[in-house]
């Protein structure tokens, strides 16, 4: 039974989703901004580690890959993501 379970982890693909993200807060608009990409990780299930860094877990390259779309939407003006 052991041996069952593990062979069936081995096949189980787990990715670790890290985005970090330094975006410039000087005027009003850029403040909404940073909110606004921090309000889409929190919605798409991501963790905050720091205050811009965030993480989550998915269980494959295809919901990586529709995940890093669904960040990319709408990308910030200025700063780095």
């Known amino acids: 039974m052991l041996k069952e ?6 096949r189980y693909a787990v990715l670790w989703v890290r985005v970090m993200f330094d975006l ?4 009003k608009t850029d403040h909404r901004a940073a ?3 921090r309000k889409i990780l929190l ?14 877990m998915v269980s494959g390259e295809d919901k990586r890959r529709a995940l890093e779309n669904k960040i990319w939407k709408n990308p910030p003006e200025f700063g780095s993501v």
């Open 5 to 10: 379970r593990v062979n069936w982890l081995s």
């Open 24 to 27: 410039p807060v000087v005027e």
């Open 35 to 37: 909110i606004k990409i």
């Open 43 to 56: 919605d798409q299930g991501f963790a905050m580690t720091r205050f811009s860094v965030h993480f989550r």
